[in-house]
C-alpha cells in the first residue's frame, strides 16, 4: 500500500464465525495494521441465514452496527465487519451470494468496503422424508467440509439443529426431526456460517482483497485511501439520434478528505447503443 495511515493502528474485527481466518492476514499484510479480533459479542443477535433470529437492518447497516460495537468493545477507533447475504440472482434462476467487507476510521470519518458477488455458493435445500436423499444431498454440497442444518416439517419450524457436520450426528439429528415432524418431511440446507462454509469462506477473502484493491487508489491531490467511483452521471448519447440514454455518461470519483475530484467522461465509449435509446428503442 502506498498510503501508510493504517501502519501500527488497531483495527478490530468481530465475529464469532473464525472470519479473520481470511481477514486478518490479508489486512495485516497490506496496511501495517493489527486486527484485533473481539469474540465479547455474539454476532447471531443482529440476524441469522437460518432465520430463527431475523435480521432487522440492511446487509451494510449490519456490518455498521458490527462496527459500532465492536470498536466500543475494544476502545479503538477504527473497525471491520463482514456481512453476507444470499438468495437468487436477479435475472437467473441460480444462487447468488454476495459479500462485502466493510472499513470504518472514525478519526478520519472515512467509510469503505470490498465486494465480492458471484454464484460460487453451495446455497441449497431440499426437504425429505427418506434419509437417502439427505446423503445424496450432502455429497452434493461438499458435506462434512460444509456443513448442514436440519428441521421438522419446513424452513418455518422454530425446532433447528445447527452445525451438522459428522455422518453419524447427521443420522441422529434426521431421525430426531422426522420423530419430531407433523408432515413427516424434514428440511434440511446448507449452513451459511463463514466458519460452517470453505465456499464462502473464499468469497469473504475476495471482498477483503477487493477492499484493499479500493484503499490502495489514493488520491492524486492529498494521497488519502480511497479513491474510487463514488458516483455516476449517465446520459450518454444514442449512436443514431444522439439524445441522452440510460447509459454511463462519466464515473467520478471524489476524496473523503481534501475534496478532490476526478471525473471519467465515457468509460465504456462515446455514444451507447441505439438498443439503450428510449427514443430508438421504446
Known amino acids: 500500500m502506498n498510503n501508510q495511515i493504517y501502519k501500527d493502528r488497531k483495527i478490530v474485527l468481530l465475529t464469532k464465525h473464525k472470519k479473520e481466518e481470511v481477514i486478518k492476514p490479508i489486512l495485516e499484510e497490506a496496511t501495517g495494521c493489527s486486527v484485533i479480533v ?23 447497516d449490519t456490518a455498521r452496527l458490527k462496527i459500532e460495537i465492536g470498536m466500543e468493545l475494544s476502545n479503538t477507533d477504527i473497525g471491520i465487519a463482514s456481512e453476507g447475504s444470499f438468495g437468487s440472482h436477479p435475472y437467473i434462476p441460480i444462487p447468488w451470494n454476495v459479500e462485502i467487507v466493510l472499513l470504518y476510521d472514525k478519526r478520519e470519518n472515512f467509510e469503505i468496503y470490498g465486494v465480492c458477488e458471484n454464484g460460487e455458493t453451495n446455497f441449497d435445500h431440499i426437504t425429505t422424508d427418506k434419509f437417502d436423499d439427505v446423503i445424496n444431498f450432502a455429497n452434493k454440497i461438499g458435506f462434512p467440509e460444509h456443513y448442514l442444518i436440519i428441521r421438522p416439517d419446513n424452513s418455518s419450524s422454530n425446532q433447528v439443529i445447527k452445525g451438522i457436520n459428522n455422518y453419524d450426528w447427521l443420522k441422529e439429528a434426521f431421525d430426531l426431526c422426522l420423530s419430531n415432524s407433523k408432515s413427516g418431511n424434514v428440511f434440511l440446507e446448507t449452513d451459511m456460517r463463514a466458519h460452517a462454509n470453505p465456499t464462502r469462506m473464499k468469497n469473504i477473502k475476495k471482498a ?64 451507447a447503443s441505439a438498443q439503450y435509446c428510449n427514443y430508438c428503442n421504446p
Do not use: H, W
Not at 42 to 59: I, M, N, P
Open 38 to 60: 473481539e469474540t465479547r459479542f455474539d454476532t447471531d443477535k443482529l440476524g441469522t441465514f437460518a432465520r430463527d433470529v431475523e435480521r432487522t437492518k440492511s446487509q451494510l
Open 208 to 271: 477483503t482483497e477487493d477492499l484493499i484493491s479500493k484503499l490502495n487508489k489514493c488520491c492524486p491531490n492529498c494521497g488519502a485511501p480511497g479513491f474510487v467511483v463514488s458516483e455516476v452521471e449517465k446520459g450518454l448519447p444514442c449512436e443514431l439520434c444522439n439524445l441522452p440514454t440510460e447509459r454511463i455518461l462519466k464515473n467520478i470519483s471524489k476524496c473523503y478528505r481534501c475534496s478532490y475530484i476526478r471525473e471519467e467522461m465515457y468509460p465504456k465509449g462515446n455514444t
